[in-house]
């Protein structure tokens, strides 16, 4: 099993920033990533990130304005978003894929972190 505690959630005017962090514990994981998910929305991929780092992938509404890391060293992935619009307001999961593809489709990863909530102001 892998446990995932996401942090750094909250509320920002519009135009702002956050970075939000995800700790991993338990076994070895490959694809890291993050979902959001908005009252009466289905939750939607954001952005993954490959094991080593090398590879990034993100969903079209964030490109330019989120970047998503991780330290492996720390077994934590993180996610900066600048530029927050009040579009962005959501619960964010961190989630962990033992796959080495990274895939969309929140139904295909396999671990789940307990969300954060991040609320943009206008």
């Known amino acids: 099993q892998v446990q995932l505690v996401e942090s750094g959630g909250g509320l920002v005017q519009a135009g702002g920033s956050l970075r939000l962090s995800c700790a991993a514990s338990?076994?070895?994981?490959?694809?890291m990533g993050w979902f959001r998910q908005a009252p009466g929305r289905e939750r939607e991929f954001v952005a993954a990130i490959s094991s080593a780092g090398g590879r990034t992938y993100y969903a079209d509404f964030v490109k330019g304005r989120f970047t998503v890391s991780r330290d492996n060293a720390k077994n934590t992935v993180f996610l900066q978003m600048n530029g927050l619009q009040r579009e962005d307001t959501a619960v964010y999961y961190c989630a962990a894929d033992r796959s080495v593809v990274i895939r969309t489709r929140a139904t295909e990863w396999d671990y789940w972190g307990q969300g954060t909530q991040v609320t943009v102001s206008s």
């Open positions: 338990g076994r070895t994981t490959n694809v």
